[in-house]
């Protein structure tokens, strides 16, 4: 029974992983179709020996961490210092060309990897499964970035248009903040290169507020059934599928010069980011070049953000602080840089919420509760999704109708994840009793008759 019970979990692992793998590997050819660039299983695997992207593979290296002892932390560490100090030394001694920024990050890899052998040489039973958890958490991080950079690319490659006019027409119904936030940003001095780091370090956030959740992983010999990296995760899963149903490249390149100076403007719509917002004419579809992502709608950056902002809630005071100032900063480069419209942010508002929503609705067993606050969110986002498609130009036109109910939807998804997550909360979880082995069967383990297991005879 025992063996029984394990069966179908093993089976949903075996499943979900051959589903990951011929996913990575329709995206490798893919990426060598569209793009005639190696796709995210090429990429990783030269990273053993070629230099990497540093960040992802360093913050791998920490989520892994959270299982391991103190002194098996310094080991890893340094192991992974040392090789890198020794592959930094090779590539000087042979001359070897290396991108800016790039020195370091391979010897992460393989610590990990050799974590990976070592939890299957030396190591049994719960002790190994958790040492193959946590690096598999390192490794997933990793994965995800390799992962949505070749999608981004295959955004770019399969939308030769993009629907930048009709989110722009719907954004009207906002005041068109991302133009008046270029233009604060513009005339801040500093405070763009503060929003400028936050921006780009957003992935160092989510590492600090997940170790936070996973520091006692140790202790308690198991993760705790909820936390950041899973919703992390889930966000980077299905939000690039919207890109696909919704290409939109954002102010800065539909309507500006790109981030590279004037090199986009031969694509953009008209050169008028972030002094001029745009007249207000009937939305179609507009050409843009093959490279640019079309990652605006929704906005992930914005989604991410306010999963740091509801995880780090619950922890102390900075932690909580630092999750609030991260997801305004996000929020103020998103749109200040051009990156984004005011009404991506509202939908990935929306997304996030509904994701985090989802995820602890199934940790505790859907119920009613769970099953209308996701209702809610994803009638909401369908609905903020189909308008601006659909109903720009009226959405533009009784601005001050449209934008409130915007809004409002927002706020609407919001009150109903604080209200239902408050429930829970105060409603402890219901508790799952571990199955119990069942008792070999044998003469003394058969029950006869309505006396106790064991009393009857043969």
Avoid at 34 to 48: D, H, K, L, M, S
Avoid at 101 to 126: S, Y
Avoid at 239 to 261: E, L, R
Avoid at 293 to 299: K, L
């Amino acid at each position: 029974m025992f063996a029984a019970s394990r069966r179908p979990r093993t089976v949903l692992w075996a499943v979900a992983g051959a589903v990951a793998v011929a996913f990575l590997i329709a995206l490798e050819i893919a990426a060598r179709r569209y793009g005639g660039v190696p796709g995210p299983i090429t990429n990783q695997a030269r990273e053993v020996l070629f230099p990497p992207k540093p960040g992802p593979l360093y913050g791998g290296l920490a989520l892994m961490m959270v299982v391991l002892t103190w002194r098996q932390r310094f080991i890893a560490a340094g192991a992974a210092i040392g090789i890198d100090a020794v592959f930094v030394l090779v590539r000087w001694a042979v001359d070897a060309e290396v991108p800016e920024g790039q020195f370091f990050g391979n010897g992460a890899l393989w610590a990990m990897l050799g974590c990976a052998v070592f939890a299957i040489t030396r190591r049994t039973g719960e002790e190994r499964v958790l040492l193959l958890k946590g690096v598999g958490l390192g490794l997933l991080l990793v994965a995800g970035r390799k992962t949505g950079d070749t999608w981004l690319l295959i955004t770019a490659k399969t939308h030769p248009t993009v629907l930048d006019p009709y989110v722009a027409a719907a954004d009207h119904a906002l005041g068109n903040p991302s133009w008046l936030a270029g233009r604060v940003l513009e005339a801040s001095g500093p405070v763009a290169d503060v929003l400028d780091l936050v921006y780009a370090q957003l992935a160092v956030a989510a590492v600090v507020a997940a170790l936070y959740q996973l520091r006692n992983v140790v202790a308690e010999r198991r993760f705790p059934r909820h936390h950041l990296v899973r919703t992390f995760l889930v966000i980077g899963l299905l939000g690039p599928g919207i890109y696909m149903i919704f290409p939109v490249v954002g102010p800065i390149f539909a309507y500006g010069p790109g981030t590279s100076g004037t090199g986009g403007v031969e694509w953009a719509v008209a050169n008028l980011w972030p002094h001029t917002p745009p007249t207000l004419t009937a939305p179609h579809p507009v050409p843009y070049d093959g490279i640019t992502p079309r990652n605006c709608m929704p906005s992930l950056h914005t989604a991410w953000a306010t999963a740091i902002f509801i995880h780090s809630r619950k922890g102390p005071r900075p932690l909580r602080y630092a999750g609030a100032f991260w997801l305004v900063a996000t929020l103020g480069a998103t749109l200040g840089f051009g990156y984004h419209y005011g009404v991506d942010l509202v939908a990935g508002v929306v997304f996030a919420l509904t994701v985090e929503g989802a995820l602890r609705a199934y940790d505790r067993g859907w119920g009613r509760s769970g099953i209308r606050l996701v209702a809610h969110g994803t009638v909401v986002f369908a609905a903020l999704l189909v308008s601006y498609r659909y109903l720009p130009m009226e959405m533009a036109e009784h601005a001050w109708l449209a934008g409130p109910l915007v809004v409002l939807s927002m706020v609407s998804v919001i009150h109903c994840y604080v209200r239902t997550t408050r429930l829970w909360d105060a409603e402890p979880a219901p508790v799952r009793l571990p199955r119990q082995p069942e008792p070999p069967v044998d003469g003394r383990s058969l029950r006869v008759g309505p006396g106790p297991v064991g009393t009857g005879p043969l």
